[in-house]
């Protein structure tokens, strides 16, 4: 009987991970479609077409980690707007960056 309830527990467990970490793979491409796209369409950026979004660019401009990232976010440089936490909660902001990070 132990086993059964472990087993269930384990099986549980897996299923609610996989489920928020879906979850928050969704949420993050909402949040950023919401908050992001108008400016970043398709990974671009409209104000400055050498700081896109792309991998590449990230990696030039040493934002290529959720915390830089959502450092850019909290603290953008000209042309963009800044998002606080009062206005992009922590958990969005992070929900973003790892969308970013994972599709451009």
């Known amino acids: 009987m132990k086993k ?50 792309h991998k590449a660019n990230r990696e030039a401009n040493k934002v290529n980690t959720v915390e830089a990232i959502v450092g850019k976010m909290r603290n953008p440089g000209p042309g963009m707007s800044k998002f606080d936490s009062k206005v992009l909660p922590d958990s969005d902001a992070k929900a973003i960056a790892e969308y970013v990070l994972k599709t451009f």
Request: hydrophobic share 50%.
């Open 4 to 53: 059964i309830i472990v087993v269930t527990f384990a099986l549980a467990t897996t299923v609610l991970w996989a489920f928020s970490s879906a979850h928050a793979a969704a949420n993050g491409e909402q949040l950023f479609q919401q908050r992001c796209s108008a400016c970043h369409p398709g990974g671009g950026n409209i104000i400055n077409p050498k700081a896109t979004l």
